[in-house]
């Protein structure tokens, strides 16, 4: 099979055939699936260019899979072949640890876990490997291309909006940063979906700030102002001029952050997604004589993913997706990828005939 294999440092993936997995080799929890649709993530970039933790490299990359469930496991219960399937990219909890046993995030921490696309081979190929017990059923009303990125972005997104809201009463105030960006468009999105408060787009882009404008966002800010003049209007947005009640940063831009700090309120909480490739840093006054909270998050859990699935369809929310068909066209997204100039979520069409069979049943 066709497969595209990061090693860090490298510009470029490296494009060639592998042997496809056999099914006699798939561990109890296992599923072998087909993949149809991959999406691309900038972790996936992060990987290639050596921004994260040391991990093996020369697998082939992509933790963001749907497929179609070809084998499983001995001790699947939940799927079966030809299950239209959408997965996490983590693999293996170890079950015994503190973060698995004490059920926080369905042990997404356990320091045991492999990750898909990172230490373990990726979406980037036509078949590849998945923990059962981080997959979910695809609705069947839902297309792979718009569930890909609900697997890692969505999921990330969705998980971030429910720390954020926790507690917040009706009205209140969320300004998202980074809104129109691949994780950002699905929050805000979600966020507009989940009603019950009043949504802030912010973005640095024209396109970006438009595409939020038709999204329905209800107040849209230019991250390129003046600093002053951005949290003076920040707090002109808000009933008490106090600033955002909640904040989540899903941009990577290192201003993102500060800019954020500065205009939520006293008592606010501000959620980081966004992973810059420098340290963080914001002005201590923001945090400490305000009594600003803030809090890191990551790729959701199975139970997230799972809800999220429905809400998405429930709610016939748009994903926004731009798609490039087969593997070897990994390079050309990884190009687009890096330029940045593009909205949603970029996604790899690996398998036509699953594309068409979407089409062909109306799926969205």
Known sequence: MVAAEWKVNKQAYVIHRIPVPSPHDLAPYDLLIKIAVASFCHTDMMLLDGDMEPTPSGFSGGHEPTGTVVAIGSAVKDFRPGDRVSSLGWYGL???????????????????????GGSLPGAFCEY???????????????????AAP?????????????????GLKQGGTVALFGAAGGVGHLGLLIALAMGGFKVIAVEARD??????????????MDARVPFDRFTS???????????????IVFSDHDSALPLAMASTRPHGLVVQVGQPSKDLHFYFKH?????????GTMLGNRSELRELLQFVSDKRIPVAVTPSHGVETLNEVLSVA????FL???VVVVDAEAEEDDKYHGRK
């Open 287 to 295: 945090l400490v004589l305000r009594d600003v909270r803030l809090i």
């Open 207 to 220: 396109s970006g700030l438009e595409f939020c404008r038709k999204a329905g966002a209800h107040a849209t």
């Open 344 to 346: 949603g979520k970029l």
């Open 150 to 166: 609900l697997t890692c972005a969505g999921a990330t997104a969705f998980g971030a909006l429910k720390k954020a809201v926790e």
């Open 128 to 146: 590849m490997r998945v923990d059962s017990r981080q997959s979910a059923i695809i609705p069947d009303v839902m297309s792979f291309q718009t």
């Open 233 to 247: 209007e920040a707090q002109e947005l808000t009933a008490l001029k106090l600033g955002f009640d909640r904040c």
């Open 338 to 341: 890096r330029g940045g100039d």
């Open 94 to 116: 170890c079950g015994k640890c503190d973060e698995c046993e004490s059920g926080i995030a369905d042990g997404i921490y356990c320091r045991e876990k492999g990750f898909l």
